[in-house]
């Protein structure tokens, strides 16, 4: 079955930097876009960033020019490098991909932005 394992969360100041890391099996990935949510609490779940098979980009405004996705394929592994965190980044990510007709999500990795 399909499993997105996250990884890579914590607690960081305001101003650093944490690089999330998503692996996954049960499915072809290279052939896959993946991407990167984040829930907030009291908030709907929002795109972060998302990486096509060919590596085309995209982001959700608020995090253009300070995160950067990437995949390793050799890997099966999404990245999501984050920089420059601010408080308001605080959520908890999610990683997630679409395999047939279906979603899947990972369980989520905590990212807390505090001084």
């Known amino acids: 079955q399909v499993q997105l394992v996250e990884s890579g969360g914590g607690l960081v100041q305001p101003g650093g930097s944490l690089r999330l890391s998503c692996v996954a099996s049960g499915i072809v990935f290279r052939i896959n876009a993946m991407g990167w949510s984040r829930q907030a609490p009291g908030m709907q779940r929002e795109l972060v960033a998302r990486i096509t098979s060919g590596g085309g980009t995209n982001y959700g405004d608020s995090v253009k020019g300070r995160f950067t996705i990437s995949r390793d394929n050799a890997k099966n592994t999404v990245y999501l490098q984050m920089n420059s965190l601010r408080p308001e980044d605080t959520a908890v990510y999610y990683c997630?991909?679409?395999?047939?007709?279906?979603?899947?999500w990972g369980q989520g990795t905590q990212v807390t932005v505090s001084s």
């Open positions: 997630n991909t679409v395999a047939g007709a279906n979603y899947y």
